[in-house]
């Protein structure tokens, strides 16, 4: 709020602040009392070099889904057709469409919420990515979609696992973006695959990222849907965390 640099603050100055700034003060501090995350209090949130606004509404963008994003930029070829299902921010499909400007990066997702936020990273930082309102679960693809790659990160955090969860995500972030049941793990993960069958092209790519307690369960079920080199990497932390998949 003061435009303080790291080094300002260990120099320990002394700032006066003037009756308006202590006001705006409090009500920054009000917010991280209420558990408000410092991403919505501030307003943005740094991805991929990239500065991408978020708001109560949308996920906030993850460091391991950033690992997601530079796997892709090493393997997927310069002109690809690239899907992101659930884009929630945009900031993989903005991300890939900053990083591989020729490109066709089409975006989906069911919130009109999410959908306007992504719009404006999107203009914000000068991409290129079509987005479309759209219930992945529910849809009927066209005959003329067709990707060489699909993306998701969709939501795959358990009912049971709330109660491990921080207030900060539990009562702010979009319970949309987090939730599948219990009894239904791989509800997004299966859909995709299905749909990838019809709307990837031969040797097309799945990159998904995964709860990591679902890693060989999602393996499995892509091998069943007749998937080749189906196959799981750890994040930074050792943790399985994405599946990739050929059609
Ligand atoms: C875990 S968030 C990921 C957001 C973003 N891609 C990221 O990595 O930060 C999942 C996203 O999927 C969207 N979503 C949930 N259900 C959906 C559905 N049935 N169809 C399409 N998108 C859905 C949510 O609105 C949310 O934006």
Not at 135 to 160: Q, W
Request: hydrophobic share 40%.
């Amino acid at each position: 709020m003061l435009g303080q640099s790291t080094v300002d603050y260990y120099l320990g100055k002394d700032i006066i602040l003037s009756s308006k700034e202590e006001q705006e003060l409090e009500g920054i501090l009000s917010r991280l009392r209420d558990f408000e995350p410092i991403q919505y209090v501030q307003g943005g949130v740094n991805f991929m070099g990239h500065r991408f606004r978020v708001a109560p509404g949308v996920l906030i963008p993850r460091p391991e889904t950033e690992e997601l994003v530079e796997i892709m930029l090493k393997e997927i070829p310069a002109e690809a057709r690239i899907l992101d299902v659930g884009t929630g921010s945009g900031c993989i499909a903005v991300s890939l469409s900053k990083g591989l400007p020729d490109a066709r990066v089409v975006a989906w997702d069911v919130s009109e919420e999410a959908l306007a936020i992504a719009r404006g990273n999107n203009e914000a930082l000068q991409a290129s990515v079509r987005f479309a309102l759209c219930n992945v679960l529910t849809c009927r693809p066209s005959r003329e979609d067709r990707y060489d790659v699909i993306v998701s990160n969709p939501p795959y955090v358990l009912e049971k696992e709330r109660r491990e969860m921080e207030r900060n995500v539990l009562d702010w972030e979009p319970s949309l973006a987090l939730f599948v049941p219990d009894t239904d793990p791989l509800r997004f993960y299966r859909r995709i695959a299905e749909l990838g069958r019809e709307m990837l092209v031969a040797g097309g790519r799945l990159y998904f990222e995964i709860n990591r307690a679902f890693g060989e369960a999602t393996v499995a079920m892509l091998c069943e849907q007749g998937y080749a080199n189906a196959r799981i990497l750890k994040d930074i932390s050792g943790n399985d965390r994405f599946v990739l998949a050929e059609r």
